[in-house]
T-cell receptor
Framework: GAVVSQHPSWVICKSGTSVKIECRSLDFQATTMFWYRQFPKQSLMLMATSNEGSKATYEQGVEKDKFLINHASLTLSTLTVTSAHPEDSSFYIC??????????FGPGTRLTVT | GNSVTQMEGPVTLSEEAFLTINCTYTATGYPSLFWYVQYPGEGLQLLLKATKADDKGSNKGFEATYRKETTSFHLEKGSVQVSDSAVYFCALSDPGWGFKTIFGAGTRLFVKA
């Protein structure tokens, strides 16, 4: 299957600072990428759909000004958590969409805000 | 709207036991169905998929058949191993929704030696 990487895998930041997470599809071009949050022992919550060259589509309840998504190329999407607070601490996962609707997931980024 | 319901866990089995994890869905269109697996400390991996009714997805000894008449996509394996211990997510993806994926809550499987 396709390979998706995320960087960093783990980050700690202070409250009020911003953090950028990168998601790369390594061996294919991804027109669409998705960003999720996963809370401990829970399922994935879709945050937004990121389309290359256009604005991201956010799910209801997700603050677009807080979670900035940029999909500048067919292999890179970034999520920036702005003015992070402890409640933003979570596991953030990106995925790249395949031709049949399957998704290829990155390994995730654990964000801890102190 | 679209939704996915899967059996609650955790499921605890002995090695070589038969596994079934139930999954049912509701969808307005013609979705593709998936099972993803998340091993401890790792991201999700696609386990198998089926894109139309009566398709059977299979991988690593796991199987699931897309049953439109019962709106189900149950996951089965004839003989589980300790290494199968993980969380399993049933999911659907609807082309009419831009291939957004809806996930079930996940079922945690523990396999004892």
């Amino acid at each position: 299957g396709a390979v998706v990487s995320q960087h960093p895998s783990w980050v700690i930041c202070k409250s009020g600072t911003s953090v950028k997470i990168e998601c790369r599809s390594l061996d294919f071009q991804a027109t669409t990428m998705f960003w999720y949050r996963q809370f401990p022992k829970q399922s994935l919550m879709l945050m937004a759909t990121s389309n290359e060259g256009s604005k991201a589509t956010y799910e209801q309840g997700v603050e677009k000004d807080k979670f900035l998504i940029n999909h500048a190329s067919l292999t890179l999407s970034t999520l920036t958590v702005t003015s992070a607070h402890p409640e933003d601490s979570s596991f953030y996962i990106c995925s790249a969409g395949g031709a049949s609707g399957e998704q290829y997931f990155g390994p995730g980024t654990r964000l801890t805000v102190t | 709207g679209n939704s996915v319901t899967q059996m609650e866990g955790p499921v605890t089995l002995s090695e070589e036991a038969f596994l079934t994890i139930n999954c049912t869905y509701t969808a307005t269109g013609y979705p593709s169905l998936f099972w993803y697996v998340q091993y401890p400390g790792e991201g999700l991996q696609l386990l198998l998929k089926a894109t139309k009714a009566d398709d059977k997805g299979s991988n690593k000894g796991f199987e699931a058949t897309y049953r439109k008449e019962t709106t189900s996509f149950h996951l089965e394996k004839g003989s589980v191993q300790v290494s199968d211990s993980a969380v399993y997510f049933c999911a659907l993806s609807d082309p009419g929704w831009g291939f957004k994926t809806i996930f079930g809550a996940g079922t945690r499987l523990f396999v004892k030696a």
